[in-house]
C-alpha cells in the first residue's frame, strides 16, 4: 500500500511542520533523554559519571528504597484523599448553581471559580501565612472561639498532609464543579419529564438519571484532577517541605529532592520514568474504561 | 650616539610604565562572570563593582539567586566544563567534593605572581583560620571566604537586666539571673521566662504568649546546623579524633534529647522554623533567646522590621563539654575551566581590600580581614561585632567531606522525625549510624574533614 498524499494535504502537512518539530524539541527530546540518563550514573556531584553506564541499578535502587515507597504511599493517599472531596463537594455546588439561574448564576459562577485562578505557589504561600502559630488567622480563630484543636497542624505527621489535602481541596473544588456544571447544562431535559410523567421521586431521578447523565464528565474530571494531583509539588514544598519527618514528602517533592539537592540526577531521571509509567498504566486504564465503554454504550 | 641612548631609556621608561599599569590594566575590556548567594555581602559588594571596574577595565557580569539554585548552577556548570563562569561562590562543605573532581585552579601560583598583584590587596591580612577553614584543602588554598558567618547566642539584653525578673529568677533557682554560660542555665531560663498571656513579664502583663527561647525545627537545613552546636558542645560529633563514625554516641543522644526539650519553651510550629522564622519571632519580641547566625543580627537591628532594636544582647553560645561556635561560610573559586583566571584573581584580591570589606561590613557582612575586624567604627556600631570576635576564636567546621551534602539531608530527616515525635532520639541517631556507614563504605576512618 503506498501513501497518497495530495497537494491540498502536502500544503496542510508543511503548515504543520513548525509545530511539529516545536514539540518534538520541547517534549521529545527532553524525554529521551531523561530515558537514556536513567540507565546511567550521572550524579552533578561526580565528574566523570554522566559516563557510566549502569544498565537496571536505579530501577532496583527504586525498587528497594524504604523512601520511594513512603512517598508512593503518601501520593496515594493525596491523591484518593484530595480528588474525592473535590468531587462530592464538586457535584453538590453544580447542583445549587444549576438551581438558580440568569444573572446570580453567573455571579456565583465567577465567584466560585476564583480559588481555581490562584497559583499553586501562591495558595502554599497564603495558608502558611493563615496557619502561621503566632501570627496566623487560624491560631487568632481557634483562640477567639477556644476551639480544641492544635494551633500547629502542620507539626504532626497526620494533620499536617490533611491541611495539605484542604488547600488542594479548596484550589481545585471549583473545577469539578465547573465540570459537572457544563454537563448538567448539556443534559436534556426528556428524560426528566419522562421520570416526572413515571412519578419517580427525587432522589431517584438525582441517582438514575442525573447520574448516569453526566457520567462520562465526572469520569474525565476525575482522571484529570487524579493525574494533576499526582503532580502536587508546591503546596508540599511551601507549606511543609515534606516534614515534618517525611510524612509528606509527595513524589515530585521526593524526585526533586533527589535532582536538586542530592544532584542525584541519574536516580530522579529514573524516578521520573517510574512515574511515567504508572501515569500511562492510568491512562490505559480510562481509555479501556470510561472512552471504551461510551463507545460501546 | 645620545640620540640612540636617549631612545633607548625612553622606551625602557615606557616598558617599565607599561609593566606597572599592567597588573591592574593588563586585563582591561574582559567580561568576567560571577556567581554568588542574593545575601546582604554580595548585595553590597555589587554596589562597588563599578569602582573594580574603573580600577582594572575588567567588567564584571554578577549572577544571584537563592542558595539551592546558585549551588544548582554552579555544579551543572562545573560538570558539563562549559566554562560559564570565572569566580564562583559556594558553600564550604561542597569544598571536598569540588576537589575530588578537580573542579577548582589552587589559588597559590597566584597569591605568589607579582605582576598580577593588586596594590590595596594585602594577603597577610586575610584571617587565616577563616580563609583555611573555608578554602584550603590538604594544605593547598583553592579560595577565599566571600561570606562568613558564625553561630552566637541572641539575647533580650532588657529582659534579663531588669531587677524584678532577676529577683523571680533568684528565688526559683537559687542564682543569680546572668546571660547563661552553660546548658544548664540555658534550660532553666527557658524555662524560667516561657509565659502564658496574662502572666507578667517586666511588670506587666502578656496579651499574648512569650517564650524562653526558639528552635529550628524544619526539616531544613538550619535545623542540623543549629543541633551540630549542641552536639559538638556535649561532647559529641559525627566523627571522633581518628575519623570513626560517633554519630551514635550516648553524647549525641543526650545533645538531641535536650534540643527537643527545648521544643516546649519555644513558639508553636518549630518544624516549620527555619533561621529565618527565628528572626522574625526575635524581632517579633516574643522570645527570649536563641542560638542564631550572626548574619541575622543586623535585621534584628534594623528599626524598619524589628521591634528589639537596642535590645539584644549577643554572646558566646553556651558551654557544655568544650567551647564550639558553628561556622559557615561560602568561599569564592575559581574553577579550572575559566576563561580569565586572571582576571578573576583580580576581582578575588579587590574584593578583599579594606575599601570593599569595610562596605561589606557595615551592610551586615562579615569580613575576612584582620584589620577590618578591628575597626574601632564597626565595633562602635554594630552590637553584635564583640560576640562575633569571640565567636570565631573557637569556631568549628562542618565535615567538607564529598559525601557530606548527602550525610546532611539524611541527618535533616532523621532529626525533623525525632522533633515531631516520630522517633526517640536514639533511634534517629542509630539510623544515621548505619545510612552514615553505608554512604562512607570503604572510606571509614575519614583521615581529613
Known amino acids: 500500500m503506498s501513501l497518497k498524499v495530495d497537494s491540498k494535504q502536502r500544503t496542510a502537512l508543511m503548515f504543520h511542520i513548525p509545530a511539529i518539530v516545536l514539540l518534538t524539541l520541547i517534549t521529545m527530546v527532553p524525554l529521551i533523554y531523561n530515558l537514556r540518563i536513567s540507565f546511567y550514573d550521572f550524579s552533578l556531584t561526580r565528574a566523570g559519571s554522566r559516563d557510566i553506564f549502569v544498565g537496571l541499578e536505579n530501577y532496583k535502587m527504586i525498587l528497594s528504597d524504604h523512601e520511594f515507597w513512603n512517598s508512593m504511599w503518601v501520593t496515594a493517599k493525596f491523591v484518593i484523599a484530595s480528588t474525592f472531596i473535590q468531587l462530592v463537594l464538586g457535584v453538590i455546588i453544580a447542583l445549587m448553581l444549576n438551581y438558580y439561574s440568569g444573572s446570580l448564576n453567573r455571579l456565583l459562577t465567577s465567584l466560585v471559580m476564583i480559588p481555581m485562578m490562584v497559583a499553586p505557589l501562591v495558595v502554599g504561600l497564603m495558608y502558611s501565612f493563615i496557619l502561621n502559630p503566632q501570627f496566623g488567622l487560624y491560631s487568632f480563630l481557634v483562640d477567639l472561639f477556644h476551639l480544641n484543636l492544635s494551633k500547629t497542624p502542620l507539626s504532626a505527621g497526620g494533620s499536617a498532609l490533611f491541611v495539605l489535602i484542604l488547600t488542594d481541596v479548596w484550589e481545585w473544588t471549583p473545577f469539578m464543579a465547573l465540570m459537572t456544571l457544563a454537563a448538567l447544562k448539556a443534559a436534556p431535559i426528556e428524560p426528566y419529564e419522562a421520570a416526572l410523567i413515571d412519578g419517580a421521586n427525587r432522589s431517584q431521578i438525582f441517582f438514575r438519571i442525573t447520574i448516569p447523565l453526566i457520567r462520562p464528565v465526572i469520569a474525565v474530571s476525575i482522571i484529570l484532577r487524579g493525574v494533576e494531583a499526582c503532580k502536587v509539588f508546591d503546596k508540599a514544598f511551601i507549606l511543609t517541605g515534606g516534614g515534618p519527618g517525611n510524612s509528606t514528602e509527595v513524589i515530585d517533592l521526593f524526585t526533586y529532592r533527589e535532582a536538586f539537592v542530592k544532584y542525584n540526577f541519574s536516580y530522579a531521571a529514573a524516578l521520573c520514568v517510574v512515574l511515567f509509567i504508572i501515569m500511562l498504566i492510568f491512562g490505559i486504564l480510562y481509555w479501556n474504561f470510561v472512552i471504551g465503554k461510551q463507545s460501546n454504550d | ?449
Open chain 2, 1 to 449: 650616539m645620545r640620540k640612540v641612548l636617549l631612545v633607548i631609556a625612553v622606551f625602557c621608561l615606557f616598558i617599565t610604565a607599561t609593566l606597572l599599569v599592567a597588573a591592574e590594566q593588563k586585563y582591561a575590556g574582559v567580561t568576567i562572570r560571577v556567581i554568588a548567594e542574593q545575601q546582604n555581602p554580595t548585595l553590597a559588594m555589587q554596589k562597588q563593582i563599578p569602582n573594580f571596574e574603573e580600577i582594572t577595565g575588567i567588567k564584571v557580569e554578577l549572577e544571584m539567586g537563592p542558595m539551592d539554585n546558585v549551588v544548582g548552577k554552579e555544579m551543572l556548570a562545573l560538570e558539563s566544563g562549559t566554562g560559564a563562569y570565572d569566580i564562583i561562590s559556594i558553600p564550604y562543605q561542597f569544598l571536598g567534593q569540588l576537589i575530588e573532581n578537580e573542579y577548582l585552579q589552587p589559588l597559590d601560583p597566584f597569591l605568589n605572581r607579582e605582576d598580577l598583584k593588586l596594590e590595596d590587596f594585602d594577603k597577610s591580612d586575610l584571617i587565616s583560620g577563616m580563609v583555611s577553614a573555608s578554602g584550603e584543602w590538604k594544605g593547598v588554598s583553592y579560595g577565599i571566604t566571600s561570606n562568613s558567618c558564625i553561630m552566637i547566642m541572641f539575647y533580650r539584653k532588657d529582659i534579663f537586666e531588669n531587677p524584678e525578673e532577676k529577683a523571680a529568677f533568684k528565688a526559683k533557682y537559687g542564682y543569680e539571673l546572668k546571660v547563661p554560660v552553660n546548658w544548664i542555665q540555658y534550660r532553666d531560663l527557658a524555662e524560667f521566662f516561657t509565659r502564658k498571656p496574662g502572666d507578667n513579664l517586666m511588670g506587666e502583663t502578656l496579651k499574648q504568649s512569650f517564650y524562653g527561647t526558639s528552635i529550628a525545627g524544619k526539616r531544613h537545613d538550619a535545623m542540623t546546623c543549629e543541633w551540630l552546636n549542641y552536639a559538638w558542645s556535649f561532647g559529641g560529633g559525627i566523627f571522633d579524633e581518628k575519623g570513626n563514625l560517633i554519630i551514635d554516641n550516648p553524647k549525641n543522644v543526650e545533645a538531641l534529647d535536650y534540643f527537643k526539650g527545648l521544643v516546649k519553651f519555644s513558639p508553636p510550629g518549630v518544624t516549620n522554623n527555619t533561621w529565618d522564622e527565628l528572626t522574625t519571632q526575635m524581632q517579633q519580641g516574643i522570645v527570649a533567646m536563641q542560638i542564631q547566625w550572626n548574619d541575622c543580627a543586623p535585621s534584628i537591628e534594623d528599626p524598619e522590621t524589628s521591634k528589639v532594636v537596642g535590645k539584644v544582647g549577643y554572646a558566646l553560645i553556651p558551654k557544655g563539654e568544650v567551647p564550639v561556635a558553628h561556622f559557615g561560610a561560602w568561599t569564592y573559586f575559581i574553577p579550572v575551566d575559566a576563561p580569565n583566571p586572571e582576571a578573576a584573581w583580580l576581582f578575588l584580591q579587590w574584593v578583599n581590600t579594606y575599601k570593599v570589606q569595610k562596605a561589606i561590613a557595615l551592610e551586615g557582612g562579615f569580613p575576612c580581614l584582620t584589620s577590618v575586624y578591628n575597626d574601632p567604627e564597626l565595633s562602635e556600631k554594630l552590637p553584635y561585632w564583640k560576640a562575633s570576635l569571640d565567636a570565631y576564636e573557637i569556631s568549628t567546621t562542618r565535615p567538607r567531606i564529598p559525601e557530606w551534602n548527602i550525610m546532611n539531608n539524611e541527618m535533616m530527616l532523621e532529626l525533623s522525625m525525632v522533633i515531631s515525635g516520630e522517633q526517640t532520639s536514639a533511634q534517629a541517631l542509630a539510623n544515621l549510624q548505619k545510612k552514615y556507614n553505608d554512604i562512607l563504605k570503604g572510606k571509614l576512618p575519614v583521615a581529613y574533614q
